[in-house]
């Protein structure tokens, strides 16, 4: 096992679209969620909905048939697969829903390759078959308490964060996280040296880091679409797992591995000439 924990944020960076929103207007349903926006949380806004198109006569079959059409790059899917061969711990960190996730995880056949999935809990009322969404934090117990001022009320990304970092399997690992929106600015923050951010460019994390990025001690390494995503994070896992083995800097024999193990789906094994 590689000292790697890859971290994903779900929405706009496993899949290319917003699962809420892919949910919403597929179902045709936006009027009446772009009405209630602005009068409740967004997490709480998703069960409402959900709660709507269930009257309207929608099942969970037609969700999940609607959830498995957001496209999802083949690049992501390849990157996905390589940095699990590679060894890497991989997690996703979401403010999307269980159920979402789970659904277009298993589709295309990558819920194996997460150890671990940190979003809203879902349920579905045996009743009726509706489809419930809780908050991650229960807000109406207390705020999270997250000083910044930018993580909605139902998650701070931050601090599920520091929660992986400190849990057995992360503990010392370096960790590799990459994120879009808001809600990932967060955890950006909270990185350390040894870590990576790859927020994806033109997006409202690149945004907020481009305000001041010295206020990030992890590197940042930007990324705007899956080929790019897949050839930057193989190249960061490529290099830390380098520097594991204290070798000198990537020469372009070396930077070339990682690519090699893509192709064959096979872990990466090193030879080393002294
Ligand atoms: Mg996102």
Redesign the pocket.
């Known amino acids: 096992m590689a000292g790697i924990v890859v971290v994903f944020?779900?929405?706009?960076?496993i899949i290319d679209v917003?699962s809420d929103n892919w949910v919403v207007d597929g179902l045709g349903a936006t009027e009446e969620f772009e009405r209630l926006l602005p009068t409740m949380p967004w997490n709480t806004l998703m069960d409402t909905m959900m709660g709507e198109l269930h009257a309207r006569g929608k099942s969970l079959a037609d969700v999940a048939g609607v959830l498995r059409s957001a496209p999802l790059d083949p690049r992501v899917v390849a990157a996905i697969k390589a940095c699990y061969g590679l060894g890497c711990d991989l997690r996703i960190l979401?403010?999307?829903n269980r159920f979402f996730i789970d659904t277009i995880l298993d589709h295309h056949g990558l819920t194996d390759y997460f150890s671990e999935i940190n979003t809203n809990p879902s349920a579905v009322d045996a009743a009726t078959g509706r489809l419930r969404i809780a908050p991650y934090h229960d807000f109406h117990a207390g705020p999270h308490g997250c000083g910044l001022g930018i993580c909605p009320p139902n998650m701070c990304k931050g601090q599920v964060l520091d929660r992986i970092r400190a849990s057995a399997g992360a503990a010392g690992k370096r960790v590799i996280y990459l994120?879009?929106?808001r809600?990932?600015y967060c955890p950006s923050l909270r990185l350390g040296r040894d870590d990576f951010m790859m927020p994806?460019r033109g997006?409202p994390?690149w945004e907020l880091i481009c305000e001041d990025p010295s206020l990030l001690q992890a590197e940042v390494h930007p990324w705007a679409d899956g080929a790019e995503m897949e050839e930057t994070l193989l190249r960061l896992v490529g290099r830390v797992l380098l520097e594991e083995r204290n070798l000198p800097p990537l020469d372009c024999k070396l930077e070339s591995l990682p690519a090699v193990a893509v192709q064959d789906g096979m872990p990466m094994t090193l030879r080393i000439k002294n």
């Open positions: 944020d779900f929405d706009k960076t917003d979401s403010d999307a994120g879009d929106g809600g990932d994806r997006f994390v």
